[in-house]
Structure formats: structure tokens, C-alpha cells
T-cell receptor, first 112, second 118 residues
Framework: KQEVTQIPAALSVPEGENLVLNCSFTDSAIYNLQWFRQDPGKGLTSLLLIQSSQREQTSGRLNASLDKSSGRSTLYIAASQPGDSATYLCAVKDSGTYKYIFGTGTRLKVLA | GAVVSQHPSRVICKSGTSVKIECRSLDFQATTMFWYRQFPKKSLMLMATSNEGSKATYEQGVEKDKFLINHASLTLSTLTVTSAHPEDSSFYIC??????????????FGPGTRLTVL
């Protein structure tokens, strides 16, 4: 059974710092991995999607990498801003069921 | 881009009543819709998968008689929480799937519905 874990569970950093969020999954049989942002009480905003054949994706200050064989992905946020404060979720699409399995989330707070 | 809406965005009801939540794909047809539940400060847990015109498939541990799902058209799925109790209070999120290939399909997520049962 696929399990997705995110470390750390919570993170507080000063503005301007570069940071890395980690996501690990137990079964490498995935179609893709997606990083989402969720603001308090709100739905999900898709940030980056990495197909299983890809190694990384970039969008603005965000860079996500994928190492499928080791079951790991990282989300790199450059020059963090207070507006980046949110919960970040990673999710893997299981290749057997086509379903997304979500990680436990990292609550990020960027201090001004 | 593709938009998925949910209605209502927030609902408060008394214990024992039933609540219906709608999930609509506004500008595309969704062959499959998914319903997730999220407890406070927890991740999303898949509840069920619904395909248009057929019965929903529920995840292990989810009571199908408690959470009724109807997918009447390619743009609308509904989740009805029957005889709601305080422990059903949660954030419910739907997603709509475009495409049939597991490799190339895309899921779009709705904004969520906050259910509070008193």
C-alpha cells in the first residue's frame, strides 16, 4: 500500500531564505507526482507536476525534483516571501489505481 | 484553465440531518470524479471514486450508506452525508478527471466545502 510522508511537518523561516520541503513515497510505481499549495480553509492549488519519466520541473521560484527509484521528491523554494506561507502537499498518482495518494503536508510560515 | 466548483462552500447543520454537496466541472466533461475528506491539519484522504452513470467505488472504511454519491452527468457529482453527526464535520474536496489514460489524464480540484455538524 502506497504511503506518502512529508518532512518536516512544520517549518518557520525568515523572509528571503531558500528552503527545501521533502516528500517520500514507499512504492515507486507511480505515474506522476504533484505538489500543491493549500491556504487555511481553502482548496488546493497545483504548483508543479512531474511525470514519472521526468527528473524535475520549474516554475518561477519553485523547483521540484523527482527520484522515483528512491521514492523521493523535493520542493525547493527560492527567496521565500511571507506570501509563501501555506501548507504544501505532495501527492503521487499510483500507477495501479490511477488514484492520488496525498502526503501528510508541511506547514510553512515565512516571517517578515 | 479547467475549473471545478463546489456548492456550498460552507454549511452548518444540526445532528441527524442530511447534507448534499455538489461538485461541478464548469468548462469540461469529467469521466471520473473523486471525493476527498480532510480533517483539521491533516492530509486529504480519498473517500470514493465516481464514474458517470455507474455506482461509486468506496475506499476501505468509508460507509457507502453514510456517504451517498451520485454522478448523474459528466459535469455533476453529488455527495450526500446522511444523518450527519459531529464526527462528520470536515473539509470535503472533490476533483474531476479529464482523460482516460492514467498517464496523461489530469485532475482538477474543487475549492472544498466546510461541513460543521452541531
Amino acid at each position: 500500500k502506497q504511503e506518502v510522508t512529508q518532512i518536516p511537518a512544520a517549518l518557520s523561516v525568515p523572509e528571503g531564505e531558500n528552503l527545501v520541503l521533502n516528500c517520500s513515497f514507499t512504492d515507486s510505481a507511480i505515474y506522476n507526482l504533484q505538489w500543491f499549495r493549500q491556504d487555511p480553509g481553502k482548496g488546493l492549488t497545483s504548483l508543479l507536476l512531474i511525470q514519472s519519466s521526468q527528473r524535475e520541473q520549474t516554475s518561477g521560484r519553485l523547483n521540484a525534483s523527482l527520484d522515483k527509484s528512491s521514492g523521493r521528491s523535493t520542493l525547493y523554494i527560492a527567496a521565500s516571501q511571507p506570501g509563501d506561507s501555506a501548507t504544501y502537499l505532495c501527492a503521487v498518482k499510483d500507477s495501479g489505481t490511477y488514484k492520488y495518494i496525498f502526503g501528510t503536508g508541511t506547514r510553512l510560515k515565512v516571517l517578515a | 484553465g479547467a475549473v471545478v466548483s463546489q456548492h456550498p462552500s460552507r454549511v452548518i447543520c444540526k445532528s441527524g440531518t442530511s447534507v448534499k454537496i455538489e461538485c461541478r466541472s464548469l468548462d469540461f466533461q469529467a469521466t471520473t470524479m473523486f471525493w476527498y475528506r480532510q480533517f483539521p491539519k491533516k492530509s486529504l484522504m480519498l473517500m470514493a471514486t465516481s464514474n458517470e452513470g455507474s455506482k461509486a467505488t468506496y475506499e476501505q472504511g468509508v460507509e457507502k450508506d453514510k456517504f451517498l454519491i451520485n454522478h448523474a452527468s459528466l459535469t455533476l457529482s453529488t455527495l450526500t452525508v446522511t444523518s450527519a453527526h459531529p464526527e462528520d464535520s470536515s473539509f470535503y474536496i472533490c476533483s474531476a478527471r479529464v482523460g482516460t489514460s492514467g498517464f496523461t489524464d489530469t485532475q482538477y480540484f474543487g475549492p472544498g466545502t466546510r461541513l460543521t455538524v452541531l
